[in-house]
Protein backbone atom coordinates (compact mmCIF):
# COMPACT_ATOMS: atom_id res chain seq x y z
CA UNK A 1 0.00 0.00 0.00
CA UNK A 2 1.28 3.48 -1.12
CA UNK A 3 0.36 6.62 0.66
CA UNK A 4 0.84 10.14 -0.73
CA UNK A 5 3.21 12.34 1.16
CA UNK A 6 1.11 15.55 2.37
CA UNK A 7 2.97 19.23 1.30
CA UNK A 8 1.36 22.13 2.80
CA UNK A 9 -0.44 24.32 0.79
CA UNK A 10 1.94 27.11 -0.51
CA UNK A 11 0.58 30.94 0.09
CA UNK A 12 -0.32 30.90 -3.64
CA UNK A 13 -2.25 27.54 -3.65
CA UNK A 14 -4.49 29.09 -0.40
CA UNK A 15 -5.02 32.18 -2.19
CA UNK A 16 -6.01 30.36 -5.11
CA UNK A 17 -8.61 27.87 -3.65
CA UNK A 18 -9.80 31.33 -2.07
CA UNK A 19 -10.57 32.67 -5.17
CA UNK A 20 -11.93 29.74 -6.70
CA UNK A 21 -14.64 29.84 -4.09
CA UNK A 22 -14.91 33.74 -4.63
CA UNK A 23 -15.74 32.95 -8.35
CA UNK A 24 -18.65 30.06 -7.36
CA UNK A 25 -19.85 33.36 -5.11
CA UNK A 26 -19.89 35.54 -7.96
CA UNK A 27 -21.64 32.99 -10.09
CA UNK A 28 -24.37 31.98 -7.44
CA UNK A 29 -25.37 36.30 -7.84
CA UNK A 30 -24.82 36.16 -11.49
CA UNK A 31 -27.56 33.48 -11.41
CA UNK A 32 -29.89 35.05 -9.10
CA UNK A 33 -29.78 38.53 -11.36
CA UNK A 34 -30.32 36.60 -14.29
CA UNK A 35 -33.72 34.56 -12.41
CA UNK A 36 -34.85 37.67 -11.75
CA UNK A 37 -35.06 39.60 -14.73
CA UNK A 38 -36.36 36.14 -16.55
CA UNK A 39 -39.98 35.67 -17.03
CA UNK A 40 -41.38 32.88 -15.43
CA UNK A 41 -39.04 32.83 -12.45
CA UNK A 42 -40.81 30.84 -9.91
CA UNK A 43 -40.60 31.79 -6.30
CA UNK A 44 -39.01 27.97 -5.53
CA UNK A 45 -36.43 28.40 -8.32
CA UNK A 46 -35.51 31.65 -6.77
CA UNK A 47 -35.40 29.86 -3.30
CA UNK A 48 -32.88 27.35 -4.38
CA UNK A 49 -30.94 29.86 -5.90
CA UNK A 50 -30.75 31.62 -2.79
CA UNK A 51 -29.82 29.10 -0.43
CA UNK A 52 -27.51 27.64 -3.07
CA UNK A 53 -25.42 31.47 -2.78
CA UNK A 54 -25.87 31.18 1.10
CA UNK A 55 -24.70 27.91 1.12
CA UNK A 56 -21.22 29.18 -0.87
CA UNK A 57 -21.27 32.52 1.09
CA UNK A 58 -20.56 30.38 4.29
CA UNK A 59 -17.82 28.14 2.37
CA UNK A 60 -16.50 31.11 1.20
CA UNK A 61 -16.48 32.52 4.59
CA UNK A 62 -14.99 29.61 6.12
CA UNK A 63 -12.31 28.97 3.45
CA UNK A 64 -10.85 32.98 4.08
CA UNK A 65 -11.13 32.00 7.94
CA UNK A 66 -8.59 28.75 6.91
CA UNK A 67 -6.60 31.31 4.23
CA UNK A 68 -6.20 33.59 6.95
CA UNK A 69 -4.53 30.95 9.72
CA UNK A 70 -2.26 29.40 7.54
CA UNK A 71 -0.93 32.26 5.92
CA UNK A 72 -0.05 33.75 9.14
CA UNK A 73 1.68 30.65 11.15
Known amino acids: MTTAAYHHPSHREIVSDLLTRLKRVEAAGNT ?32 SEIARERITH
Open 32 to 63: IAALTTAPGTSSAMLTDALQSLQNDLMHAQRA
